[in-house]
C-alpha cells in the first residue's frame, strides 16, 4: 500500500556496504522522536496512560521494523528516504496513542488529523526521494506499504466509533492477507507495482482522514467510506487473483474449480427453489430438485461455446429478473397480504419510501436505497457469472455431467409420478419457477385487462348519480349517519387468537345497547387493504369501485366518482370528516369527498397525550365530534370516521373514563405512562396479540357506550374494520381480506329496508355470515335506501 519503491536499473545506484552509525542513529532518533511527540500531544491535549502505553509501543516497534530490516537486507544502511518513512513511523504512534486514549477520554480531533494528514504527505515525498536519489529498493516499498497500513488501521478504527465496525474492514484487509499468506504461501508471493493500487491506498487514507476530522456530514462521509471500501476490496480482489493465477499449485486451483462450481450451483439452486412467501423458507423447501436446473445443464450440453454462453446468460438474467420479483412477493404478502403486481404497485413502493424518507430523513433514505440497489444489481451479476459458470463446466466434462443429468433426471420423473412432497404444496419434483414466472405472466395481463375495466368505471357514467334527489336516500331522511372505520378491526379480532377475549366484549356490548333499544346487525366484507393503507377501505366504500393500490387510489381521487358523501350532500345532509391523524389540508376530503366539514387533531381542541399512533383516544373523538356536529337542533349529519385508538403498536392504551369527565382530554395524560412501552411489548408476539385484542374492546367499548349515551334515535351507525392486521396478529400464510361490520340503529325501519341483505343479528358475524364486497356496499345503501333507484352498475372488478 502507499508509495512502492521497488528496484529500477535506471534509478538504482551504488550503495555504501554498511552504514553502522546511520543505523544507530535512527534507532535512537526513533525512539526520541516518539517520546518527544507523545510528550507535545499530552501536553497539548492530553494522552493518557493508555495512550503512552500505545504510542511508544507503536513507535519503539515501528522503529525496531526499519532498523532490523536493514541490518539484514543485502543493503545494511538507512537511505534517504528511509529517514521520511522513519517520521512518517513516529507520526503513526502519536496517531496510536491519540485512538488508544480515545477510548477512555476524549481526545482533540485536530491533533489526530493534523499529524495524519502530515503522514499521508509524506508518503508521497519518500518515493519521490528514492528515485531522485537512485536508492529505491523493494525493502523500502514494502515498510513504506507497512506504515500506510497501520495508519490506515488507526484510522479505521477511529472512524468506526461514528459509522460503525464495517469501517474496521478497511484497516484489517492488510493484516487479513497477511495471515492468509502465512497459511496459505502463494498469497504471500510478491505483488508487481500497480499504480492504481497506490491510488486505491491514497484514497483510503485521504478519505479516512476527512471523515475523521468531522468536516463531513455522517450520510456524506458514510457513503465516502463506503466507496473507499468497495475501491478497496475490488484492488485486493484483483491482487488475490493475480496471485492464485500465477503461484497457487495444482491442488489448489481444483479445490477452487471445485468450490467456485459448488457455489455456483448452491446459487442457481436456491434461486430456483425459493419461495415467494417469507413463512415458506424452510431447510425442506431446497431439498428439491428443480426442473429449469436440468434444462440448463441439457442446454450447455448441446450448444457450441458461444450460443452457449448466450443463453446462459440470458437464462442467469431471466433468474436476476425472478428473484428480483420474489423478493418483491415476500415484502407484499408481509404488508399486503397479496403479491406484487407489476401494473400498479410501483406506487405503494414510492409511498413506503416516502414513510422511510420522514423517519430517517432524505439522504440517509437515498444512502439506503443505493445500497440496496447496489446490492441488488450485484445479486443480478452473481446469478449470471453462475449460470455462465454451471454452463461451462458442463460443457467443459460432457460425460460427467450427462451421466448426472440422466440420474436426477430420472429421479425427479419418479418423484413427479408418485406426487411426492416433503412439504405441503412443494413437491420434490419441482416446477416452481417456471410456475412462478407463468402466474407473473398471467396477472400482469389479468392486471392490464382490470385496469382498463377500472379506467372505464371510474371515467364512465354512473347510473347511481343520476338518482333524482327526492328518491336519494329517503329511507334515511333525518337520521344521522355515521360510517365508522375501527382500525385493524379483522376477521382476526372474531375468529383469531385475540378473538375470545374480543368476542366476549363484543357480546357484552352487544347486551348493553340491546337493553337500551338499540337493534345491531353484521356480516363480512372483502377489503381491498391488508396490514395498512386505510385509504384503500375508505375510498372503495364511497366510491364503489375496487381500490386495492396507491396508483389505483390516485387515480380515482383525480375524478368526480359519485361518493356516499356526495350521496348524502346531494339529498340534504352535512356531510363531515373526522379523522384524528389527517393534516390540517386534507385536499382529497374537499376535492374528492367534498365534505363540508374536516375534523383532525388541530380542530377539535385536544389537550391531551398522544397514544402512539393515536393523536387522541377515540372516546374523545366521538365526545367532540358530538359537540361539535350533533347540538340540539343540528342539521342531520353524514359523517365518516376514523378510529385509531386500534392502530399498530396497540400501546400506550387509554381507559374508559366518565363520558362527562372527557373535557380537554387533559384527564388523559397521566394514561401513557402506565401503559408498556412499544419496544418492550414487541418483544412477545403474544404479548402484542393481547395489546391488540385489549385495543378493539377499547375502541368498540367507546362506540357501543358512545350510543348508549348519546341516546339519538335518528342514529343510524354503521362500523367496518379497514383492513386485518398483518403479523403478528395473523398468523404466516393465513391472511384474509375479510373484516367485520354492523350497523346499529334504533329505528325499525332501517333493517325492514336492509332485510335484502339478509345480514345475522348482533355485533358477532358467525362464518357461515354473508360476505359482501366492500366495493358492493355504496350501491346497495344507495339502492335500499332510496325510493327509486336505476340498473346498479357492476363494481369494478379487482378484487
Keep these: 500500500?502507499?508509495?512502492?519503491?521497488?528496484?529500477?536499473?535506471?534509478?538504482?545506484?551504488?550503495?555504501?556496504?554498511?552504514?553502522?552509525?546511520?543505523?544507530?542513529?535512527?534507532?535512537?532518533?526513533?525512539?526520541?522522536?516518539?517520546?518527544?511527540?507523545?510528550?507535545?500531544?499530552?501536553?497539548?491535549?492530553?494522552?493518557?496512560?493508555?495512550?503512552?502505553?500505545?504510542?511508544?509501543?507503536?513507535?519503539?516497534?515501528?522503529?525496531?521494523?526499519?532498523?532490523?530490516?536493514?541490518?539484514?537486507?543485502?543493503?545494511?544502511?538507512?537511505?534517504?528516504?528511509?529517514?521520511?518513512?522513519l517520521t512518517r513511523a513516529v507520526l503513526c504512534a502519536g496517531v496510536a496513542g491519540l485512538v488508544a486514549a480515545s477510548f477512555g477520554r476524549p481526545v482533540s480531533i485536530t491533533a489526530l488529523v493534523t499529524l495524519s494528514a502530515v503522514a499521508l504527505a509524506l508518503d508521497t515525498v519518500d518515493g519521490q526521494m528514492a528515485r531522485r536519489t537512485g536508492t529505491a529498493t523493494a525493502l523500502g516499498g514494502r515498510i513504506d506499504g507497512e506504515v500506510d497500513a497501520f495508519l490506515i488501521l488507526l484510522l479505521s478504527i477511529v472512524v468506526s466509533q461514528a459509522y460503525g465496525s464495517w469501517v474496521l474492514a478497511i484497516g484489517a484487509a492488510r493484516y487479513v492477507l497477511?495471515?492468509?499468506?502465512?497459511?496459505?504461501?502463494?498469497?504471500?508471493?510478491?505483488?508487481?507495482?500497480?499504480?492504481?493500487?497506490?491510488?486505491?491506498?491514497?484514497?483510503?487514507?485521504?478519505?479516512?482522514?476527512?471523515?475523521?476530522?468531522?468536516?463531513?456530514?455522517?450520510?456524506?462521509?458514510?457513503?465516502?467510506?463506503?466507496?473507499?471500501?468497495?475501491?478497496?476490496?475490488?484492488?485486493?480482489?484483483?491482487?488475490?487473483?493475480?496471485?492464485?493465477?500465477?503461484?497457487?499449485?495444482?491442488?489448489?486451483?481444483?479445490?477452487?474449480?471445485?468450490?467456485?462450481?459448488?457455489?455456483?450451483?448452491?446459487?442457481?439452486?436456491?434461486?430456483?427453489?425459493?419461495?415467494?412467501?417469507?413463512w415458506q423458507l424452510t431447510p425442506a423447501a431446497f431439498v428439491r430438485i428443480p426442473l429449469?436446473?436440468?434444462?440448463?445443464?441439457?442446454?450447455?450440453?448441446?450448444?457450441?461455446?458461444?450460443?452457449?454462453?448466450?443463453?446462459?446468460?440470458?437464462?442467469?438474467?431471466?433468474?436476476?429478473?425472478?428473484?428480483?420479483?420474489?423478493?418483491?412477493?415476500?415484502?407484499?404478502?408481509?404488508?399486503?397480504?397479496?403479491?406484487?403486481?407489476?401494473?400498479?404497485?410501483?406506487?405503494?413502493?414510492?409511498?413506503?419510501?416516502?414513510?422511510?424518507?420522514?423517519?430517517?430523513?432524505?439522504?440517509?433514505?437515498?444512502?439506503?436505497?443505493?445500497l440496496i440497489g447496489l446490492g441488488l444489481i450485484l445479486l443480478v451479476c452473481a446469478i449470471i457469472a453462475a449460470t455462465i459458470h454451471i454452463t461451462t463446466v458442463a460443457a467443459r466434462h460432457r460425460r460427467a455431467a450427462g451421466g448426472g443429468l440422466a440420474a436426477l433426471t430420472a429421479v425427479w420423473a419418479v418423484c413427479a409420478g408418485l406426487s411426492l412432497q416433503l412439504i405441503q404444496g412443494s413437491p420434490v419434483a419441482s416446477t416452481s419457477a417456471f410456475g412462478l414466472a407463468v402466474s407473473q405472466v398471467g396477472a400482469t395481463q389479468a392486471a392490464f385487462r382490470d385496469q382498463g375495466l377500472f379506467e372505464q368505471t371510474i371515467h364512465?357514467?354512473?347510473?347511481?348519480?343520476?338518482?333524482?334527489?327526492?328518491?336519494?336516500?329517503?329511507?334515511?331522511?333525518?337520521?344521522?349517519?355515521?360510517?365508522?372505520?375501527?382500525?385493524?378491526?379483522?376477521?382476526?379480532?372474531?375468529?383469531?387468537?385475540?378473538?375470545?377475549?374480543?368476542?366476549?366484549?363484543?357480546?357484552?356490548?352487544?347486551?348493553?345497547?340491546?337493553?337500551?333499544?338499540?337493534?345491531?346487525?353484521?356480516?363480512?366484507?372483502?377489503?381491498?387493504?391488508?396490514?395498512?393503507?386505510?385509504?384503500?377501505?375508505?375510498?372503495?366504500?364511497?366510491?364503489?369501485?375496487?381500490?386495492?393500490?396507491?396508483?389505483?387510489?390516485?387515480?380515482?381521487?383525480?375524478?368526480?366518482?359519485?361518493t356516499l358523501s356526495d350521496a348524502f350532500d346531494k339529498a340534504g345532509w352535512r356531510t363531515v370528516s373526522d379523522s384524528p391523524r389527517d393534516e390540517p389540508s386534507f385536499p382529497v376530503g374537499e376535492s374528492f369527498y367534498h365534505f363540508d366539514q374536516l375534523l383532525s387533531r388541530y380542530n377539535v381542541g385536544y389537550h391531551g397525550p398522544t397514544f402512539g399512533y393515536a393523536s387522541m383516544p377515540d372516546q374523545y373523538a366521538l365526545a367532540e365530534f358530538q359537540r361539535l356536529e350533533l347540538a340540539p337542533g343540528h342539521k342531520p349529519v353524514m359523517a365518516e370516521m376514523d378510529l385509531v385508538s386500534s392502530h399498530w403498536p396497540w400501546t400506550p392504551l387509554p381507559a374508559m373514563v366518565p363520558w362527562n369527565q372527557v373535557g380537554d382530554g387533559s384527564i388523559f395524560d397521566p394514561m401513557p405512562a402506565k401503559s408498556e412501552s412499544a419496544v418492550t411489548l414487541d418483544r412477545s408476539a403474544n404479548a402484542v396479540r393481547q395489546a391488540y385484542g385489549r385495543s378493539i374492546q377499547y375502541t368498540m367499548k367507546a362506540l357501543t357506550s358512545w350510543v348508549t349515551e348519546l341516546n339519538d334515535p335518528n342514529l343510524v351507525l354503521i362500523l367496518l374494520g379497514d383492513e386485518q392486521p398483518g403479523s403478528p396478529i395473523t398468523s404466516p400464510g393465513q391472511a384474509s381480506h375479510e373484516v367485520p361490520i354492523s350497523i346499529i340503529a334504533h329505528d325499525p325501519s332501517v333493517f325492514r329496508q336492509s332485510a335484502s341483505w339478509h345480514w345475522q343479528n348482533g355485533l358477532v358475524p358467525a362464518p357461515s355470515a354473508p360476505l359482501e364486497q366492500m366495493s358492493a356496499l355504496r350501491n346497495q345503501i344507495l339502492v335500499s335506501f332510496s325510493t327509486a333507484s336505476p340498473k346498479s352498475a357492476k363494481p369494478a372488478t379487482g378484487s
Aim: hydrophobic share 55%; with cysteine.
Design 1 to 85: 500500500m502507499g508509495e512502492i519503491r521497488t528496484a529500477d536499473e535506471s534509478v538504482v545506484r551504488a550503495i555504501r556496504p554498511v552504514d553502522q552509525g546511520a543505523i544507530r542513529l535512527a534507532a535512537i532518533l526513533g525512539a526520541l522522536s516518539t517520546a518527544a511527540l507523545l510528550g507535545v500531544v499530552s501536553v497539548a491535549t492530553g494522552l493518557g496512560v493508555a495512550g503512552w502505553i500505545a504510542g511508544l509501543a507503536t513507535g519503539s516497534a515501528a522503529t525496531a521494523l526499519i532498523v532490523t530490516a536493514r541490518m539484514r537486507s543485502d543493503q545494511p544502511a538507512i537511505l534517504p528516504a528511509d529517514w521520511i518513512t
Design 178 to 278: 497477511l495471515l492468509a499468506g502465512w497459511l496459505i504461501p502463494w498469497l504471500a508471493a510478491p505483488l508487481p507495482p500497480r499504480y492504481w493500487r497506490k491510488v486505491v491506498a491514497a484514497v483510503q487514507g485521504v478519505v479516512l482522514t476527512v471523515a475523521a476530522s468531522g468536516l463531513l456530514d455522517p450520510l456524506t462521509g458514510m457513503i465516502a467510506v463506503a466507496v473507499a471500501l468497495l475501491l478497496l476490496a475490488e484492488s485486493f480482489g484483483r491482487d488475490v487473483i493475480w496471485l492464485y493465477r500465477t503461484g497457487a499449485g495444482p491442488r489448489t486451483c481444483l479445490a477452487v474449480r471445485l468450490v467456485s462450481a459448488v457455489l455456483a450451483i448452491a446459487l442457481v439452486w436456491i434461486d430456483l427453489l425459493a419461495p415467494d412467501r417469507a
Design 292 to 370: 429449469e436446473g436440468l434444462v440448463l445443464v441439457a442446454v450447455a450440453l448441446v450448444l457450441p461455446p458461444r450460443p452457449r454462453r448466450i443463453v446462459a446468460a440470458v437464462a442467469g438474467l431471466l433468474l436476476g429478473v425472478l428473484t428480483l420479483a420474489k423478493i418483491l412477493n415476500m415484502a407484499f404478502y408481509e404488508f399486503a397480504g397479496r403479491a406484487f403486481n407489476p401494473v400498479f404497485d410501483w406506487g405503494s413502493i414510492s409511498a413506503a419510501v416516502g414513510t422511510v424518507r420522514d423517519v430517517l430523513g432524505p439522504k440517509r433514505t437515498d444512502f439506503v436505497l443505493g
Design 460 to 562: 364512465g357514467s354512473d347510473p347511481e348519480a343520476r338518482i333524482p334527489t327526492s328518491d336519494l336516500l329517503s329511507g334515511l331522511r333525518g337520521k344521522d349517519v355515521i360510517f365508522a372505520f375501527v382500525e385493524s378491526y379483522g376477521q382476526v379480532s372474531i375468529q383469531g387468537a385475540a378473538s375470545p377475549g374480543i368476542d366476549a366484549a363484543l357480546r357484552e356490548d352487544n347486551a348493553s345497547l340491546a337493553s337500551a333499544g338499540w337493534s345491531t346487525q353484521s356480516a363480512w366484507v372483502n377489503a381491498p387493504g391488508y396490514g395498512g393503507t386505510s385509504q384503500l377501505a375508505h375510498s372503495t366504500l364511497q366510491s364503489g369501485v375496487w381500490v386495492d393500490s396507491l396508483q389505483r387510489y390516485a387515480e380515482l381521487t383525480a375524478t368526480q366518482r359519485f
